[in-house]
């Protein structure tokens, strides 16, 4: 067979070959150094976490028996409410008592308010003067006369205010040197009896004032399950002697632990005698929500923040109360939540349980830092971590090591093996080991019940972050790799790339825990409500760091991209282990919480790497000719 070969006719162009695929190319990134102790320290975190199971087990067991709270309805502002719209105050209560209200809220009384009863009577000195001239009243004095002799003994008896009685007019009054509506005068007995007789949780506000004695302090409280103190601090905060005996007087009530208004002195009275949550809204903050908002966050704070005692406030409108609580009573059905007296159970976890958990963490934290490619620099960080955990915490051995435990489990993975998508699963698996440790040793009683589990917890979401950086640097002096740093030349888009990640940094440690200074949008609060009504809302920093993590493994972006995806995946380990440093939320809610978002960080990575990969291929073959056009047009 021969060729002929046409010496008029063009050459033949070299036929185009089609653009290979984009491999799932690994990172650059310097693999972990394998130690001669890693087996024995992965069986020491191993050996660890039974105890640390068998205290997660102990807890769960403790919350499921825990789902009880009460709508608890500020009486006076109920009162204020009915007499507006002309109705008798129980006939209103009796209105929301049929929409799941089991329990008010009754202040002390003052003698202010046994004057609006009609049980005494004030008169300024100038007004009595001037009807009783010439009887030697006092004009800068205030006197009482009592329904009842007995009245203005108790109340002259009561307080170190020197009084003294006096006849004007032919009539017995008490003289005040100062105006004393303000001072506090004990329980109303009988409505408190009344509505004990009606089933109704009653909740106790005693107010504090100088005027009474140390020793006559708490003496006359009612019986009743809890004690809700007023303003920020219990009675006797600043006084050793007094808060010893408010301390003595609370007998078996429970403090009410206020979120976002922890008192100062309750601490001593939780340490003594437990304590119960308390969730409340402050009325100018709830008169600005629609009542389904409302009903939504008294949900969610019964459901996943433990408290037992749901402090209601009424709207401007019967209307709008009767809204807010009729969907508040459906949401807690739909939750598990049982309207009625909880019964606070106290959660004690076992001391030697702990103690064994306590060599999780440490053998995490020394493995971490001998896996870094600069082995000296890993465990020097290692050492720095283990002091700031343990120096923030006062050295207390479990505190400080539940730290270690959230800060080391979310960056072992990634320090350990970072080289394809399956690592996102290693780097998973082990901070859902660090969980179980932080929940063993953070869990206790004062953090159950929302006190401070441990200091440092807004480390947990820089201290990994920093660490898997570090474990980035090559295997190489150390001094080299700042040089290399300092002479590489920074282009306007490396410029633009750092300030973006910076900010995003800011923005997640800013929107860190329940309650911060970062506020939501009102798109974003709207869906959060949708969400959390329906389902345990996961955190949006983690569906939007796993599947950044996701793509950097994948190793599909060119450069040092794949590491900085990498260190946006370590936010969202990290954010698996603050999850469940918030100890006052039950353990299987913030179980639900992260495997939501797990398995939607998942799905979205696995999408955005398909996605990415296909846009860059149709980038880089956008506009080339066709392998069949150009065959045709050489024919």
């Known amino acids: 067979m021969c060729f002929v070969t046409d010496p008029n006719r063009a050459p033949l162009s070299p036929i185009p070959q089609p653009e290979p695929r984009l491999p799932a190319a690994p990172t650059s990134l310097p693999p972990a150094t394998r130690h001669p102790w890693t087996p024995l320290l992965l069986g020491l975190i191993a050996l660890s976490l039974i105890p640390a199971l068998l205290l997660g087990f102990g807890r769960v067991q403790y919350e499921q028996s825990q789902k009880t709270a009460a709508l608890v309805m500020d009486y006076p502002a109920l009162v204020i409410q009915a007499r507006r719209f002309g109705l008798e105050p129980q006939a209103l209560l009796d209105r929301y008592k049929a929409l799941g209200v089991n329990g008010v809220a009754l202040y002390e009384d003052t003698i202010a308010s046994l004057e609006q009863r009609g049980e005494l009577y004030l008169k300024s000195g100038a007004d009595l003067a001037a009807d009783f001239p010439g009887q030697a009243v006092k004009t800068n004095a205030v006197y009482m006369k009592a329904a009842t002799p007995a009245i203005a003994e108790a109340l002259r008896g009561r307080y170190t205010i020197p009084t003294r009685e006096v006849t004007i007019g032919g009539q017995t009054w008490v003289e005040w040197p100062s105006d004393p509506r303000f001072l506090p005068a004990g329980p109303d007995t009988a409505a408190v009896n009344d509505f004990k007789q009606q089933g109704m949780v009653v909740v106790y506000r005693p107010y504090q004032d100088d005027a009474v004695p140390t020793q006559k302090v708490g003496t006359d409280w009612p019986d009743v399950p809890f004690i809700a103190f007023t303003g920020d601090e219990v ?89 807010m609580l009729g969907r508040t009573q459906q949401l807690l ?164 790339v750092m300030a973006l990640g910076f900010v995003l940094l800011s923005l997640v440690y800013e929107r860190r825990g329940n309650a911060t200074g970062g506020s939501a949008s009102d798109f974003e609060a709207s869906l959060r409500r949708e969400v959390q009504d329906s389902i345990i809302r996961p955190r949006f920093k983690e569906i939007a760091a796993h599947p950044l993590g996701l793509l950097g493994l994948s190793g599909t972006l060119p450069g040092y991209f794949s590491g900085l995806l990498i260190l946006a995946g370590v936010v969202g380990q990290s954010s698996i282990l603050n999850t469940f440093s918030h100890f006052h939320t039950p353990l299987l809610i913030s179980a639900a919480r992260v495997f939501i978002g797990l398995g939607l960080g998942l799905l979205l990575g696995v999408v955005a790497i398909w996605a990415l990969r296909t846009g860059m291929r149709l980038w880089k073959t956008y506009g080339s000719p066709r392998l069949g056009a150009g065959v045709r047009g050489q024919a």
């Open 235 to 323: 009675i006797g905060a600043r006084t050793p002697e007094l808060l010893a005996q408010v301390d003595q007087a609370m007998g078996s009530r429970l403090p009410a632990i206020i979120e976002g208004n922890i008192q100062d002195g309750l601490d001593r009275l939780v340490e003594t005698h437990g304590g119960v949550r308390l969730f409340a809204l402050a009325p100018s903050y709830q008169n600005k929500l629609e009542p389904l908002d409302v009903a939504s966050k008294y949900n969610l704070a019964a459901r996943e923040r433990g408290m037992r005692l749901l402090y209601l406030r009424p709207y401007p409108t019967i209307n709008e109360t009767e809204a």
């Open 333 to 496: 059905k739909r939750s598990g939540i049982t309207l009625t007296e909880p019964q606070v159970g106290t959660f004690n976890p076992s001391p030697l349980l702990r103690a064994l958990s306590v060599v999780g963490p440490l053998a995490a934290l020394l493995l971490l830092g001998l896996s870094f490619p600069l082995s000296r620099l890993g465990v020097t960080l290692a050492g720095v971590v283990a002091l700031l955990a343990f120096g923030l915490n006062t050295l207390h051995p479990f505190e400080s090591a539940a730290l270690l435990a959230a800060v080391a489990f979310p960056a072992l993975g990634l320090v350990l093996r970072r080289s394809k998508v399956t690592d996102w699963f290693l780097a998973t698996g082990l901070s859902l080991v660090g969980v179980l440790f932080v929940s063993a040793l953070g869990a206790s009683r004062e953090s159950t019940l929302g006190l401070e589990p441990f200091r440092g917890v807004g480390l947990t979401l820089l201290l990994p972050l920093l660490l898997v950086a570090l474990s980035f640097l090559p295997r190489q002096d150390i001094r080299k790799t700042a040089a290399d740093i300092y002479a590489a030349p920074i282009r306007l888009g490396d410029v633009a």
